[in-house]
């Protein structure tokens, strides 16, 4: 069996980290479906259905196709696990970095404050949060795939499964996903209706943040993903030039895991009722027409206006590396520590402390 590490933290424990293995037990699943057998032999073609017109080989393993009645059986048999103490649905927020040093000086002081405003957010509101820095079968734009369907088999008390890439930051420290909005819907991802299946927008929704429930659905459904980003041959090159011409506002470079998910959402129109593009609240925004202006949606609010939004997303910057900057570093850096600590604030009036500015690290009382 191949070992995954993951960063655990519990939400119950603050800033208590343990480096565990992600097993399933005999008594959690079946053991003929364990994680044992996960990609084992990805060249299989039991139980496999057509993908993609020209390949029907891909599928994550092991292929399991009664996941809801094993779910349903588990939860029968540890029903308290099924709700936190909050009595909201139980959620795994994860994250993903490089295992290797950044490239790029202030890189891991970035990725330190971001995995910090994670588990911080976890904290106050019971949700577990996971950090993966382990190079799984699938990398690059693609590597959540393989992790999300890792986390769903070996923890069947997860009701959602949320993704969201290390530079997007909690700036509402208050906000939770209204789950009860969301009956039979099985993912949730910033988007909208008219931008992806009428104008096929390749920003018409974003894929760096989202939410997928732990179901039969939703396995079948990472498979059909999965299938797009497989890395064989010049597969990714041909799928990039590919939804390149079908998608308005994409360049021609290998396919991305965005871009897939749109082909998907247009090509596969069955699909849709299960997947909620939402926009009624800001489950994503782009950081460049937010974080400068964070001291003026403050004094809004409190001046009766609108609240600022719950996330904030740092699309382009690429802190680690240094490279391929679409903003100047300088102002990624900056504009990254404001929104750090605005979050921080939030998180210590309680206690009866604030930044002594946005952009500085010293508190006052």
């Known amino acids: 069996m191949k070992k995954f590490q993951f960063l655990l933290v519990a939400p119950t424990c603050t800033l208590l980290f343990h480096l565990v293995v992600l097993a399933a037990t005999s008594d959690d699943l079946n053991s003929e479906h364990s994680a044992d057998n996960y990609m084992e032999n990805p060249n299989s073609t039991e139980d496999s259905e057509p993908a993609l017109a020209h390949r029907v080989t891909f599928r994550f393993r092991p292929v399991i196709g009664n996941w809801d ?12 696990k099924r709700l936190t103490a909050q009595g909201r649905p139980r959620t795994i927020l994860v994250t993903s970095s490089p295992p290797h040093q950044c490239e790029h000086p ?18 106050l ?25 890792r986390l769903m088999l070996q923890h069947p008390e997860a009701e959602w499964i949320w993704w969201m890439d290390s530079d997007a930051v909690f700036i509402d420290m208050d906000f939770q996903i209204p789950f009860e909005n969301y009956q039979g819907i099985n993912m949730i991802i910033p988007g909208w209706d008219d931008a992806v299946y009428d104008r096929r927008e390749w920003i018409g929704l974003n894929a760096g943040i989202f939410l997928i429930r732990n179901c039969q659905w939703s396995l079948d459904f990472l498979d059909l993903w999965g299938a797009l980003g497989e890395d064989y041959g010049d597969h990714k090159t041909i799928m990039g030039e590919f939804v390149s011409k079908e998608l308005t506002g994409r360049s021609g470079f ?3 895991d965005q871009a897939g998910l749109i082909w998907l959402l247009i090509s596969r129109p069955e699909l849709r009722p299960q997947v909620f593009l939402e926009s009624s609240y800001l489950l994503h925004s782009y950081w460049v027409g937010v974080a400068p202006r964070l001291e003026e949606m403050l004094a809004e609010f409190q001046s009766g ?9 740092f699309v382009g ?13 300088e102002m990624c850096e900056d504009e990254s ?5 605005f979050a921080d604030d939030q ?3 309680p206690y009866g402390y604030r930044h002594t500015s946005l952009p500085q690290p010293e508190l006052v009382d």
């Open 69 to 80: 009645q094993q779910r349903a059986e588990w939860l029968e048999k540890y029903p308290h």
């Open 106 to 123: 202030t890189g891991d002081i970035f990725q330190l404050r971001s995995i910090k405003n994670k588990i911080d957010y976890g904290r």
């Open 125 to 149: 509101h019971m949700v577990d949060v996971y950090y993966n820095m382990v190079v799984m079968e699938m990398d690059g734009f693609w590597v959540k795939l393989p992790i999300i369907r």
């Open 254 to 256: 290998e396919i991305d």
């Open 305 to 313: 206006g609108e609240r600022w939004p719950f996330i904030t997303h």
């Open 317 to 329: 910057c690429k802190l680690c590396s240094g490279k391929y900057n679409s903003t100047s570093l």
């Open 337 to 341: 520590t404001r929104a750090f600590n």
């Open 347 to 349: 998180v210590l009036k």
